[in-house]
């Protein structure tokens, strides 16, 4: 069973930058769809970032040129670096398994953003 453990969370003054990692427990991680999402209070959980096993990418665009996801097959691990924070970039960050049926969060890592 796939489990998924972030890291590295926290505080950061707006323009700042943080970098959160996940790491994967799944012998067929390599060939995953794996992403990064966030949730605010109040509102519904957004994905955010994806990569593919060829390492394509998405991103939305509240994040793009800031936000870059990566992976490292070796080592089982999912980072996502978060580059010009912004207040409004404040929220829970969970790594997911986008191709693992049905869909795996992670348990979350709080991200807080201050001006």
């Known amino acids: 069973q796939i489990q998924l453990v972030e890291s590295g969370g926290g505080s950061a003054q707006a323009g700042g930058s943080l970098r959160l990692s996940c790491a994967v427990t799944d012998r067929f991680f390599r060939i995953r769809q794996m992403g990064w999402g966030r949730q605010v209070p109040g509102k519904q959980r957004e994905l955010v970032a994806t990569?593919?096993?060829?390492?394509?990418?998405t991103y939305i665009d509240a994040v793009k040129g800031r936000f870059t996801i990566s992976r490292d097959n070796p080592n089982n691990m999912v980072y996502l670096e978060m580059r010009n924070l912004k207040p409004e970039d404040t929220a829970v960050y969970y790594c997911?398994?986008?191709?693992?049926?049905?869909?795996?969060w992670g348990r979350g890592t709080q991200v807080f953003v201050s001006s």
């Open positions: 990569m593919n096993s060829d390492h394509a990418t």
């Open positions: 997911t398994c986008q191709s693992c049926e049905p869909d795996v």
